[in-house]
């Protein structure tokens, strides 16, 4: 993840400080068996005090390169992420996800806890080359059979399985290929989906296409931070955001062509809302506006983490954004005939990963042609471990504006946050910071829904700490400890807490 985020909000708002540290901190002391009841700080809910939706879907997630290990075994095929990560110097301290969390062996242990934390969905990712080595040609069976006992044990355990192709680990055979940069890669993606579609759809009812198709290209081809590591010109790395876009429709043809049951099929958007600086009408209008407009510095690296419109508009539009095409002019991709048909395939949600947006206001008034203006971070504003600005607006605003402008049922897909999290001498995991950080976005949620935007559920980033990319394990986004050199798996107070939120539906945050 390369955020470089310019985030703002004030953290006066009524509704967030009724979550208090120390009801929180209390919480955490309790084991998994008491998380049945109410802690004293917490009013007794039911589910009817609940602002969420009662088949509101409560888990966390995950993706395959991040945490499953086992790199080079049963068959599996290299990504780019497999070469990226042991180039020298691209990952702190020369970090590899060759093991990370070994979930590809500790799987069942993994959903044992995610039972006593009585998640109800799971999300995590298929490895294109666990699947197909070569990213064509030959199924790997084993890689199949993996996933398939995956899905098994998820159900088995009550929880349903939301499954994600891709998640950034390109197939290196294709991208020696021209990759992402390819035409053909589409109908490759098409064919993996449909293959793994075949095999898992009796059972996976859930699927994203692609995750964070912004940050994706942003990491791999603008700021070439992330594999493969290229910094490509801007016509480049908006051909590839284009055939991104063409893959994630044929994906979704190829999942409905060869579904067993039938599929609700989403899309794993990264959005970084603005949010207006005051509750001011004009800020309000103000935030509208620039959720979604796109001038041409969102197309550089440098406010690249801003723009929505882009990475939506042609997927539940069918076009990209206007002034966006104009503005781009030669760098804008090339559209061929049917290609925002292909694109633009009916969803049945919107998955939307929210970490914070940025602040904006009303434009000088006296100014005819005055627009919305950023508006910086004061001194000392709140940062997660990470850096990342804490804004739970977000997490209303977004929702807000992307229902507003899509209609679709909205289903956060990933939010969390890392902090430093260490094994204390009573040899339990505290982590305060998480617990605070989710309770403010789960209420600015339940404000969201409470106004009426239907949402489908809520996915924790992480479940377990893992391999953050190229900072390695530095930072750790878990509800559940991972103690690296052994794999031992510690439960935070954080999980213990977001039990008690789930067996609530969410009543026990307000
Ligand atoms: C998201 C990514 C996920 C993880 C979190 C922290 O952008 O989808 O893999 O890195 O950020």
């Known amino acids: 993840m390369t955020r470089q985020r310019n ?3 004030d953290f006066t708002r009524r509704e967030f400080l009724s979550v208090s540290g120390a009801s929180a901190l209390s919480l955490a002391n309790l084991r998994f068996g008491d998380a049945a009841q109410p802690s004293p700080q917490i009013s007794p809910a039911s589910q009817t005090d609940s602002p969420f939706p009662r088949d509101f879907l409560w888990g966390a997630a995950t993706s395959a390169y991040q945490i499953e290990g086992a790199a080079r075994e049963d068959g599996k095929g290299p990504s780019v992420w497999d070469e990226f990560a042991h180039k020298p110097g691209k ?7 060759d093991v990370t969390c070994d979930f590809y062996h500790r799987y069942p242990e ?21 699947v197909l080595p070569d990213g064509i040609g030959a199924v790997n069976q084993k890689g199949i059979d993996f996933y398939s006992r995956l899905v098994d044990a998820l159900l088995a355990a009550g929880i349903a399985p939301i499954a994600t192709l891709f998640h950034w680990d390109t197939p290196l055979a294709l991208h020696h290929r021209g990759g992402w940069l390819s035409r053909d890669m589409p109908q490759r993606f098409g064919d993996y989906a449909a293959i793994v579609a075949r ?3 009796d059972r996976v009812t859930h699927w994203l296409t692609i995750n964070e198709p912004r940050s994706f290209i942003g990491g791999a081809y603008v ?21 991104t876009f063409l893959a994630h429709g044929r994906a979704v043809q190829a999942i409905r062509a060869n579904a067993h049951r039938p599929a609700q099929i989403g899309y794993a958007c990264d959005v970084s809302p603005s949010l207006p600086a005051t509750d001011s009408a004009a800020d309000v209008a103000a935030s509208r506006e620039s959720a979604f407009s796109s001038p041409l510095d969102h197309f550089s690296g440098a406010h690249w983490w801003r723009e929505n419109a882009w990475w939506l508009d042609p997927v539940f539009l069918g076009r990209y954004p206007a002034a966006a095409l104009a503005a781009l002019g030669k760098d804008a991709p090339k559209i061929l005939s049917g ?3 292909t694109i633009h395939q009916p969803l049945d949600f919107l998955g939307a990963n929210i970490y914070g947006g940025w ?22 504003f709140p940062l997660t471990a990470f850096g990342w600005q804490i804004t739970p607006d977000a997490m209303y605003w977004g929702p807000k504006w992307l229902h507003e402008r899509y209609h679709m049922p909205i289903f956060i897909t990933e939010n969390g946050c890392s902090s430093r999290d260490s094994i204390s001498l009573d040899g339990k995991v505290h982590d305060p910071q998480r617990i605070d950080f989710t309770a403010r976005y789960l209420l600015a ?14 996915l924790h980033w992480s479940l377990l700490d893992n391999f953050e990319w190229q900072e390695g394990y530095t930072q750790r986004f878990g509800l559940i400890f991972v103690d690296f050199p052994t794999r031992r798996r510690i439960p935070k107070d954080s999980a213990l807490w977001y039990a008690a939120v789930i067996k609530s539906n969410g009543a026990s945050l307000m």
């Open 445 to 458: 949620l339940a404000r969201a829904s409470r106004e009426g935007v239907p949402l489908l559920g809520y």
């Open 199 to 201: 095999a898992l759809s």
């Open 91 to 97: 990952i702190h301290d020369g970090q590899t996800g």
């Open 339 to 341: 290609d925002m048909e």
């Open 359 to 380: 602040l904006v206001r009303a434009g000088t008034p006296d100014k005819t042609d005055s627009h919305p203006e950023p508006v910086p971070f004061p001194a000392g």
């Open 110 to 130: 993994d959903i044992s806890h995610m039972r006593e934390m009585r998640l109800t969905a799971f999300r995590f990712s298929i490895s294109w080359p666990r």
């Open 7 to 9: 985030i703002s909000r």
């Open 223 to 243: 700021t070439g931070v992330q594999a493969p590591g290229e910094k490509l010109s801007r016509a480049e790395y908006m051909r590839a955001a284009h055939i």
